[in-house]
T-cell receptor
Framework: DAGITQSPRHKVTETGTPVTLRCHQTENHRYMYWYRQDPGHGLRLIHYSYGVKDTDKGEVSDGYSVSRSKTEDFLLTLESATSSQTSVYFC??????????FGPGTRLLVL | QKEVEQNSGPLSVPEGAIASLNCTYSDRGSQSFFWYRQYSGKSPELIMFIYSNGDKEDGRFTAQLNKASQYVSLLIRDSQPSDSATYLCAVNVLGAGNMLTFGGGTRLMVKP
């Protein structure tokens, strides 16, 4: 998985609780991304980062926030989880070129 | 209209046959094209990328790009049961920085 880890790998939480997912890379790549993958929708970009403290919104950013205080870590926070945020979340990294490499994913279930 | 379209499948081929996976895209400014393979319950893994019109071969895989017709395809020769997976097409659009837009994927089943 190209030196990318995600934690936790599985999480069950209740509606209304905050949740933070972590992506950690050892490749020193500049760009990091958070996607969600749902049946019928494929991979959709939530947020991405193009450097420390530099982030921007993707296609489905509502209800999510991100932070990147170090090159190696990119955090995704669900401020108040909803059932519609039940999904598989993937982190990806890339360098200057566009080729993206994916982490192992986090399965999130919001009850 | 989705920006990147793929037939969801499943596409079923016998072992040893050629599997042909197709992807169309809507933005003529698209620059770079990627194929990922995703096994059930796993993360996408890059198979190959193509930037220029024509064919690009890597082992049993060949990517074909036709920018005039706005399609990109992936051919898998001598298909094996281990090739059974979902194949995702991704496109980078001019002006979108490093962002990729993914198609919904095509599920390939290779029958022994």
């Amino acid at each position: 998985d190209a030196g990318i880890t995600q934690s936790p790998r599985h999480k069950v939480t209740e509606t209304g609780t905050p949740v933070t997912l972590r992506c950690h890379q050892t490749e020193n790549h500049r760009y990091m991304y958070w996607y969600r993958q749902d049946p019928g929708h494929g991979l959709r970009l939530i947020h991405y980062s193009y450097g420390v403290k530099d982030t921007d919104k993707g296609e489905v950013s509502d209800g999510y926030s991100v932070s990147r205080s170090k090159t190696e870590d990119f955090l995704l926070t669900l401020e108040s989880a909803t059932s519609s945020q039940t999904s598989v979340y993937f982190c990806a990294i890339s360098e200057v070129e566009e080729t993206q490499y994916f982490g192992p994913g986090t399965r999130l279930l919001v009850l | 209209q989705k920006e990147v379209e793929q037939n969801s499948g499943p596409l079923s081929v016998p072992e040893g046959a050629i599997a042909s996976l197709n992807c169309t895209y809507s933005d003529r400014g698209s620059q770079s094209f990627f194929w990922y393979r995703q096994y059930s319950g796993k993360s996408p893994e890059l198979i190959m990328f193509i930037y220029s019109n024509g064919d690009k071969e890597d082992g049993r895989f060949t990517a074909q790009l036709n920018k005039a017709s706005q399609y990109v395809s992936l051919l898998i020769r001598d298909s094996q049961p281990s090739d059974s997976a979902t194949y995702l097409c991704a496109v980078n659009v001019l002006g979108a920085g490093n962002m990729l837009t993914f198609g919904g994927g095509t599920r390939l089943m290779v029958k022994p």
